[in-house]
């Protein structure tokens, strides 16, 4: 793992868990980033619901990499993704960071403009 990915990931983890708590794992990053792609503000999720968040956001972060592409809302407003190149066979380390390298492109350079913090 290089430098620069593991500075960026901390600033990453810095900005979030100033604005929504300390502890925050792929996980929760993961659903957040589901919740703001839903675009319908927080609620009370069913825990499959919670899922299909985690999912979406997933999807989201690997749209970049070729892997998925978004085809549109159903109609209650949730987000649809088509699978363009299946995701390759990895160790649980090595999605981890597939995933948290899509997380950091999608916050990009400054995170805290995206999830609406001010003054971070």
Do not use: S
Not at 33 to 57: I, N, S, W
Not at 95 to 119: K, T, W
């Amino acid at each position: 793992m290089d430098v620069e990915f593991e500075t960026r990931w901390r600033n990453l983890l810095n900005v979030l868990e100033k604005r929504f708590g300390g502890g925050m794992d792929l996980q929760d990053i993961l659903f957040l980033v589901g919740v703001q792609e839903l675009g319908q503000g927080f609620r009370t999720f069913k825990k499959d619901e919670k899922m299909d968040l985690m999912h979406v956001a997933v999807c989201t972060v690997m749209v970049p990499e070729g892997f998925f592409a978004f085809v549109g809302r159903d109609e209650e407003g949730w987000p649809h993704f088509e699978e363009k190149v299946p995701l390759p066979e990895l160790e649980p380390k090595q999605q981890d960071v597939l995933i948290r390298r899509g997380l950091l492109e999608y916050f990009g350079d400054n995170p805290a403009d995206l999830i609406g913090q001010q003054n971070a």
